[in-house]
C-alpha cells in the first residue's frame, strides 16, 4: 500500500542548488549554440526582452505570432506572380520554407536542452531535506534523477512523467495550447491607407499560398504541444497507487496550468477525508497561485499544509 505521493517539481531541484531554470538553459545556450539563441529570439519576436520570455521558455513556445511570422515568410518566399520566371511551384514554396525552418528550429531546441540536462551540476548534499522514503511512490516532473543519485530512492518507486535524461528517455517539453488555441484571425493592420488596404487584401486574403504558409507555421508550432491528456491516460498504473494515500505532498511545482492537470487527477484518486496534502512554497506569489488553484477546485484551503523547504532540511 502506498501510503505517501509525491509531486517532485523543478523547485526541489533548484532548492539543491542545480542550475536547472529555463533562465539556466538561456545562459547556458548563448555559449552552446549563440546562433540557434539568437534565431529562437527573432523567430519570436523577443530580441530586446528576452530574459522574461525565457524565463518561461516552455509555455512561451507556444506564443509564435504566426501572422506576423508568416507574413514575413510570404514577403520573402512568396510567389512572384508578376515575374517572367514565375512557376506554379513557386505557390509552396514559402509554406516548405515556414515549416522547414520551424522544425529545424525547434529540433535543434530539443536537441540542445537533452545535452543541457545531461551536463547539469550535481545536487547538493547539503540541501537535502526529509523525505518520508518508506511506502512512498514519486511521480518526477523533472528530467534530473536527484531523488535517485541523491536520495537512494529505488527506480522502481519513481515515475518521471515527462522522462529522464539519464535513462536516455524521450524528454516530454512543449506547451499547453491546443492547435484551435494558436489559430487567430487574420487581421488587417492598422493605419492603412485605402490604397495600402487594397494592396494587403490582394497580397494576403486572395493568394491561397499565404494561407498554407500560415497553416504551415501553426501545423509546426501545435507539434510541441506537451499533450497532457494523453500523458495521464497512459499512466493508469501510476494513479492506481494513489487511491490508499494518506499524504499527498508537492514539492516545487509551479502549479502552472500545465502542470494543474496532474494535481487534480491525483487528488480525484485519493480519499479526500484521508488524506492531507502538503504544498511548498518558495514566496508570497507561490501562496497566491496554490490557494488560487485549491480555490478553483473547491478544495477547503485551510487543509492544505504549506511547507517551506528550507524549513525540512536535514542537518548531518
Known amino acids: 500500500m502506498t501510503k505517501n505521493v509525491y509531486f517532485i517539481g523543478n523547485g526541489f531541484d533548484l532548492h539543491h542548488f542545480i542550475r536547472s531554470s529555463y533562465k ?22 523577443v530580441v530586446g526582452r528576452e530574459d522574461n520570455w525565457w524565463g518561461d521558455f ?29 512557376r506554379e511551384a513557386d505557390r509552396f514554396v514559402a509554406e516548405m520554407k515556414a515549416e522547414q525552418e520551424l522544425n529545424d528550429l525547434f529540433h535543434g531546441i530539443k536537441t540542445s536542452f537533452y545535452k543541457w540536462i545531461q551536463q547539469l551540476n550535481l545536487a547538493n548534499v547539503l540541501r537535502k531535506v526529509e523525505l518520508d522514503i518508506s511506502d ?30 539519464r535513462n536516455g528517455d524521450e524528454l516530454i517539453l ?5 492547435k484551435d488555441q494558436l489559430i487567430e484571425p487574420t487581421k488587417m493592420p492598422p493605419n492603412l491607407s485605402k490604397d495600402q488596404q487594397q494592396e494587403w487584401i490582394d497580397e494576403y486574403m486572395t493568394d491561397d499560398s499565404y494561407h498554407r504558409t500560415v497553416d504551415a507555421s501553426i501545423d509546426a508550432v501545435s507539434n510541441q504541444r506537451k499533450e497532457v491528456e494523453k500523458i495521464i491516460n497512459k499512466n493508469v498504473v ?7 494515500a494518506q499524504n499527498f505532498y508537492i514539492y516545487g ?28 512554497y518558495y514566496g508570497q506569489e507561490d501562496k497566491d497561485n496554490i490557494y488560487q488553484y485549491f480555490k478553483q477546485i473547491k478544495y477547503p484551503v485551510e487543509m492544505i499544509n504549506l511547507v517551506n523547504l528550507e524549513d525540512i532540511m536535514i542537518y548531518a
Open 253 to 280: 511545482l509551479s502549479f502552472s496550468k500545465i502542470d494543474t492537470p496532474y494535481i487534480t487527477k491525483a487528488i480525484s484518486m485519493m480519499d479526500k477525508k484521508k488524506v492531507v496534502i502538503h504544498v511548498s
Open 24 to 45: 539556466n538553459y538561456a545562459d547556458w545556450l548563448k555559449s552552446y549554440d549563440y546562433s540557434l539563441y539568437l534565431k529562437v529570439n527573432i523567430v519570436y519576436g
Open 136 to 165: 512512498s511512490y514519486f511521480i518526477c516532473f523533472n528530467y534530473t534523477d536527484t531523488l535517485r543519485r541523491l536520495y537512494k530512492i529505488p527506480q522502481d518507486k519513481i515515475c518521471y512523467i515527462h522522462g529522464n535524461a
Open 238 to 244: 501510476v494513479w492506481n497507487q494513489m487511491t490508499q
Open 174 to 178: 512543449g506547451h499547453g495550447k491546443t
Open 58 to 86: 516552455e509555455n512561451q513556445m507556444g506564443e509564435l505570432n504566426v501572422e506576423v511570422y508568416s507574413a514575413w515568410i510570404y514577403r520573402n518566399y512568396g510567389p512572384d506572380f508578376g515575374s517572367d520566371s514565375f
